[in-house]
């Protein structure tokens, strides 16, 4: 099916006013060809017709449409702007994940959320399309690779370079590919340093141990479209761990906070405000807070508050702290989800526990789930981010529901987390938990832009409605 795609974790106004400024920095140089100038009105096609029925959140009539080229169109929401991919030539494979993750060239329009005037449009060869975040603000990922053939002695060699764009088609940043390397939210580290990756200076990165990523929507195989797979630096701040003491059995650790700017620590959890139903932190075995995602200049925290090292799930409070310095803003609702290391026993107390986690901008409700056992459901809790109150929860006799994007009012969500993939999303009212669409094909999940625009792409093209 044909492809949609978003990374929203941070307030609509707050992601137009960062990629206005950015638009102002990037460079309209890349490895795509293409026109520097904006192309002009939007090509004078037909306007297709829905045939469906409204999609919750959104209008029943389309703004603007795009009729699919041969292969599948592919639509990602890059701020007030809807980037369609396409894969001139490209034959689908067996396992074919769309056009935009597709080998071969790709050709990338950047189109007015509005109206779908063109803005630009970009060519590349060997590429793959994804969803990605530039300082917070939605950005488009794009993976050229070249290829260095055989001489007959040696095998072929392909070096790949991730190049970013902003919602105008402006080049914001790139990195080679690399195992040693982390490209993420606008900053590169490699070698114990962190750098802009649109250019400036190189500090010493002083972090304790390894570099952990925050936590994001689902990961299935519909991400790629909605949110960036490696979130390893999220409102410039990277995140890792020290330990707070050695003992024989116990290890507990604190997380580390360290600004990105200067490479230095801004703040540990040993120093920051924290729930009163936290566990205190020599009370811990081992890992006893997580950090789940960022949005805007706030961060989310998942604290321990029983600490059994003998359970396999553990309930965690929620917290919003300011990501600067730690100060806690608000105290959450308690999500049941793995105790650290759960999983096997030979888990990763670092990486179990995972929750999923989308916001929604225009209530401003994030919604987290967790798993609260080996084998129960994924159950959804839904709350304020600006006083920690409970707007619902799931309960224990209900389906799985992993949240995978969220705008105007309703997220959306999987209900059959299957062994080869994802499946059967719903539209939830994010305030009050009332199921408005069922049964939906996966392609029929829309991306939101800044705006409240909500796009799609199914078999028949593009389609960009307003918000209802």
């Not at 029943?60 to 701020?79: E, L, Q």
């Not at 990277?238 to 997380?255: D, I, Q, T």
């Not at 566990?279 to 600490?307: C, F, M, Y």
Request: charged letters at 20%.
């Amino acid at each position: 099916m044909a492809s949609t795609a978003r990374t929203v974790l941070v307030p609509a106004a707050v992601a137009v006013a960062l990629l206005a400024g950015l638009t102002a920095c990037g460079s309209d140089s890349g490895s795509g060809s293409g026109s520097g100038k904006d192309d002009g009105p939007a090509k004078k096609t037909a306007r297709l017709a829905w045939e469906g029925a409204a999609l919750p959140g959104l209008a029943a009539k389309p703004a603007w449409t795009v009729p699919a080229a041969p292969g599948g169109t592919a639509v990602f929401a890059v701020g007030d702007a809807f980037a369609v991919v396409t894969a001139p030539g490209a034959e689908k494979t067996a396992n074919d994940k769309g056009p935009a993750l597709r080998e071969g060239p790709k050709t990338v329009e950047f189109r007015d959320a509005r109206d779908g005037a063109v803005r630009k449009t970009l060519k590349f060869g060997d590429a793959k399309v994804t969803a990605d975040t530039w300082h917070g603000a939605p950005a488009l990922r794009v993976r050229v690779t070249s290829t260095t053939p055989s001489d007959g002695m040696t095998s072929d060699k392909s070096t790949s370079v991730e190049e970013v764009y902003d919602g105008r088609g402006g080049k914001l940043g790139s990195a080679p590919q690399g195992n040693a390397t982390h490209f993420s939210d606008g900053w590169l580290a490699k070698d114990g340093t962190v750098a802009r990756a649109g250019g400036g200076a190189a500090n010493k990165l002083e972090t304790p141990g390894d570099l952990q990523g925050t936590h994001g929507p689902v990961r299935s195989q519909d991400l790629y479209r909605y949110a960036p797979e490696e979130r390893t630096f999220a409102g410039d701040h990277a995140f890792s761990y020290e330990e707070v003491e050695r003992g024989m059995f116990n290890h507990p650790k604190r997380l580390v906070v360290t600004d990105l700017a200067t490479g230095k620590k801004a703040w540990t959890t040993s120093e920051a405000g924290r729930p009163s139903q936290a566990l205190p932190e020599d009370k811990s075995h081992a890992v006893n807070v997580i950090p789940v995602t960022v949005v805007g200049d706030r961060i989310v925290l998942a604290w321990q508050t029983k600490g059994d090292e003998h359970a396999g799930t553990e309930p965690w409070v929620m917290s919003v702290n300011d990501v600067r310095t730690g100060r806690l803003l608000a105290t959450g609702p308690v999500v049941e989800a793995e105790a650290p290391g759960s999983r096997t026993d030979f888990g990763n107390p670092l990486t179990d526990p995972t929750f999923e986690v989308t916001y929604e901008a225009s209530t401003g409700t994030l919604v987290t789930s967790g798993q609260p056992g080996m084998g129960k459901p994924w159950l959804a809790t839904a709350w304020d981010l600006k006083s920690g109150k409970r707007l619902w929860a799931q309960g224990p006799d209900e389906n799985d529901f992993s949240p995978l994007t969220a705008g105007d009012g309703v997220v959306y969500g999987y209900t059959n987390r299957g062994t080869q993939g994802y499946w059967d999303p719903i539209a939830v009212d994010v305030k009050t938990k009332k199921v408005l669409a069922k049964k939906l094909d996966n392609d029929q999940v829309p991306v939101f832009g800044a705006d409240g625009h909500g796009a799609v792409s199914v078999e028949k093209g593009v389609f960009v409605f307003p918000a209802a």
